[in-house]
Nanobody, 123 residues
Framework: QVQLVESGGGLVQAGGSLKLSCAAS????????MYWVRQAPGKEREFVSG????????VIADFVKGRFTISRDNAKNTVYLQMNSLKPEDTAVYYC????????????????WGQGTQVTVSS
């Protein structure tokens, strides 16, 4: 079992910033991928970003490119999502997930999910 705990969500005005964290614990994989996926009310899930562990693969969705940055701290088993220039349309629950293989937005194949953290951007 892997436990993923997200934190860092909240309410911010448009143009502001937030930094989400996802701490992983429990079973460890030698190689895996961590993702940020978001879901707004009434909308489908959206792939936001993914990062390999270890290694340097980073994938980020076009709609947040230039505004969001994914990073990791190997020592803390934590992945971050730095979100700048936030827009009201970024309002969603942001989930952290992990898989042993890279599945991009094939969410059903992700192995573990966190509980999600709410991000609300006011206009």
């Amino acid at each position: 079992q892997v436990q993923l705990v997200e934190s860092g969500g909240g309410l911010v005005q448009a143009g502001g910033s937030l930094k989400l964290s996802c701490a992983a614990s429990g079973r460890t994989f030698s190689n895996y991928y961590m993702y940020w996926v978001r879901q707004a009310p009434g909308k489908e899930r959206e792939f936001v970003s993914g990062i390999s562990w270890p290694g340097g693969m980073v994938v980020i969705a076009d709609f947040v490119k230039g505004r969001f940055t994914i990073s990791r701290d190997n020592a803390k088993n934590t992945v971050y999502l730095q979100m700048n220039s936030l827009k009201p349309e970024d309002t969603a629950v942001y989930y952290c997930a992990v898989s042993e293989r890279y599945y991009y937005n094939d969410y059903g194949r992700y192995d573990y999910w966190g509980q999600g953290t709410q991000v609300t951007v006011s206009s």
